[in-house]
Every structure is written in structure tokens, then in C-alpha cells.
């Protein structure tokens, strides 16, 4: 049985999953360039780098998480407080 929904996606007809999977990977993504953008000016107070290697990751919760490299304790610190 049809629902008579189409789906499109720029001009391209799609199924109803591939519809809502983009969608969830939209927001995914512009969530990770959020995160990356409010990171990007933090600089390690030791060693003046900043953190590298961002990766959203699921959560155990199913929230979405994000790891990075960082050079010591110290830039952690800073990126986890510039994301309070």
C-alpha cells in the first residue's frame, strides 16, 4: 500500500528511509562543524597547539559524542571548558 508521500532529495526521487537518514546525517554533521568550529581557537596554554583529530562518535546513551586529540591534560581542560 502507497502512502502517496514522494520523497525527494535535490531533485532526486529517494525512499522513505533514505529521506529521514539524510536528515539524521544533516544534523549530524552540522552539529560536528558546530563542535569543530567552537574548538578550533583553543590553544593549549603549555604548548600552544590546538586539538586535532575530531570524531563524532554514538554514545552508550545514544547521544552524540565527539573525541579529539590533544597534546596533554591541560588543552583537554581547555576544550572541555570551552564547550560548557
Not at 531533485?11 to 536528515?23: L, S
Not at 568550529?37 to 603549555?46: A, F, M, Q
Not at 573525541?67 to 564547550?83: D, F, H, K
Amino acid at each position: 500500500m502507497s502512502s502517496g508521500l514522494k520523497f525527494e532529495i535535490a531533485g532526486r526521487t529517494v525512499n522513505q528511509k533514505q529521506f529521514f537518514d539524510n536528515i539524521q546525517k544533516s544534523a549530524v554533521d552540522l552539529a560536528t562543524n558546530a563542535v569543530r568550529k567552537r574548538i578550533s581557537g583553543v590553544r593549549c596554554p603549555v604548548h600552544g597547539k590546538s586539538a586535532g583529530d575530531l570524531r563524532q562518535v554514538a554514545g552508550q546513551d545514544g547521544n552524540l559524542q565527539w573525541t579529539y586529540s590533544a597534546c596533554c591534560s591541560e588543552l583537554r581542560s581547555a576544550v572541555e571548558r570551552s564547550m560548557s
